[in-house]
């Protein structure tokens, strides 16, 4: 069954620390890939996308993501958190490649950071 | 640019009546429409997929008598639950993706906390 993993249920770091946050799923197929975050009291907002080409992809505040196809993964990371990066981020496939279908979400991961 | 609403933000009803829930694309032509259910410190279920001008296709499980969607506009879709009961007390959140968006991304609306009493 297509499944989305998130292994890190919920993380906490200190401002200026590094941040990966683990997203696998399982298919060998095409897919394309989604990162978003859903900050306090607010919707789920759009970080990053891949769906070909370079598999280093660059989102908004100073986020970026890795595809490794041979390891079904998309992690997420950014060198240099921030307080306002506290947040819920979940990880979205979209199986098949398949234009305007449909989403499997990973159940999500809590960031705090502490000042 | 590509922006969603939903109205209400929050409802409280009684059980067995019904609510309605709105979901509009802003500034751009919806094609497509998701509703989803969110539970607390869960992940995102896709209740159903709405395509302007079609009826819904909804995921297994979900009772379509049950939740009705209605996307009959390229900028309007609508979930309505009928005859709610407590447990149907949850958090809906519908996305939309089309033209005059980004092709092939699915934009969220801030979500309809429901509360059936």
């Known amino acids: 069954a297509q499944s989305v993993s998130q292994h890190n249920h919920h993380v906490i770091l200190s401002e200026a620390a590094s941040l990966e946050l683990g997203c696998n799923y399982s298919?060998?197929?095409?897919?394309?890939l989604f990162w978003y975050v859903q900050y306090p009291g607010q919707h789920l907002q759009l970080l990053l996308k891949?769906?070909?080409?370079?598999?280093l992809v660059k989102g908004i505040k100073g986020f970026e993501a890795e595809f490794i196809k041979s390891k079904f993964s998309f992690n997420l990371r950014k060198p240099s958190v921030q307080w306002s990066d506290t947040a819920e981020y979940f990880c979205a496939v979209n199986f098949g490649g398949s234009t305007l279908g449909r989403l499997y979400f990973g159940r999500g991961t809590q960031l705090t950071v502490w000042p | 640019g590509a922006v969603v609403s939903q109205h209400p933000s929050r409802v409280i009803c009684k059980s067995g009546t019904s609510v309605k829930i709105e979901c509009r694309s802003l500034?751009?032509?919806?094609?497509?429409m998701f509703w989803y259910r969110q539970f607390p410190k869960k992940s995102l279920m896709l209740m159903a997929t709405?395509?302007?001008?079609?009826?819904?296709?909804?995921e297994q499980g979900v009772e379509k008598d049950k939740f009705l969607i209605n996307h009959a506009s390229l900028t309007l879709s609508t979930l309505t639950v009928t005859s709610a009961h407590p447990e149907d007390s949850s958090f809906y959140i519908c996305?939309?993706?089309?033209?005059?968006?980004?092709?092939?991304?699915?934009?969220f609306g801030p979500g309809t906390r429901l509360l059936v009493l």
């Open positions: 500034d751009f032509q919806a094609t497509t």
């Open positions: 298919y060998g197929g095409t897919v394309n």
């Open positions: 996305s939309a993706s089309g033209q005059g968006a980004e092709q092939e991304t699915q934009y």
């Open positions: 891949y769906f070909s080409g370079d598999p």
């Open positions: 709405s395509n302007e001008g079609s009826k819904a296709t909804y």
